[in-house]
């Protein structure tokens, strides 16, 4: 049976590749809403490992890897700021339009490549 820590991580991998399909099919918002998602479950899934307890229902990127004891380096503190804010971004229609405006294939595929590459750290985390 799984544990509930590679459940989180299981379904942070998917969100990561939702989020390349997303990108291939040119639907950029979507594109860094997964990879908020992808990272959030990734730190849920350390929470999970590091206490054995379920993780709280909370979406913020910071207050999570402070949970999960990560100690993270300023450019990745940065990052999960950047990602935090697409997560409330995309949820409300009427800010969709606008912040779907000023995303680019370049930034999307960014905010990819730093979700990928902070998802392979957090699932090393012991």
Same mark, same amino acid.
């Given at each position: 049976? /799984?544990?509930?820590?590679?459940? $989180?991580?299981?379904?942070?991998?998917?969100? #990561?590749? /939702?989020?390349?399909?997303? +990108?291939? =099919?040119?639907? *950029?918002?979507?594109? *860094?809403?997964?990879?908020?998602?992808? @990272?959030?479950?990734? +730190?849920?899934?350390?929470? @999970? !490992?590091?206490?054995?307890?379920?993780?709280?229902?909370?979406?913020?990127?910071?207050? #999570?890897?402070?949970?999960?004891?990560?100690?993270?380096?300023?450019?990745?503190?940065?990052?999960?700021?950047?990602? =935090?804010?697409?997560?409330?971004?995309? !949820?409300?229609?009427?800010?969709?339009?606008?912040?779907?405006?000023?995303?680019?294939?370049? *930034?999307?595929?960014?905010? +990819?490549?730093?979700?990928? !590459? /902070?998802?392979? $750290? +957090?699932?090393?985390?012991?």
């Amino acid at each position: 049976m /799984t544990s509930s820590s590679e459940q $989180w991580m299981e379904q942070a991998q998917y969100d #990561l590749e /939702t989020a390349r399909s997303m +990108l291939a =099919s040119k639907r *950029l918002l979507y594109v *860094l809403f997964c990879c908020q998602q992808a @990272v959030e479950k990734a +730190l849920k899934s350390v929470i @999970v !490992r590091k206490t054995g307890e379920f993780p709280p229902r909370v979406h913020n990127l910071m207050r #999570l890897a402070e949970l999960a004891a990560a100690n993270l380096p300023t450019e990745q503190v940065d990052f999960l700021r950047e990602l =935090s804010f697409y997560y409330i971004q995309s !949820r409300y229609p009427d800010e969709i339009e606008n912040i779907g405006q000023r995303i680019s294939h370049d *930034l999307a595929r960014d905010v +990819l490549e730093k979700t990928e !590459r /902070t998802i392979e $750290w +957090l699932h090393s985390i012991p």
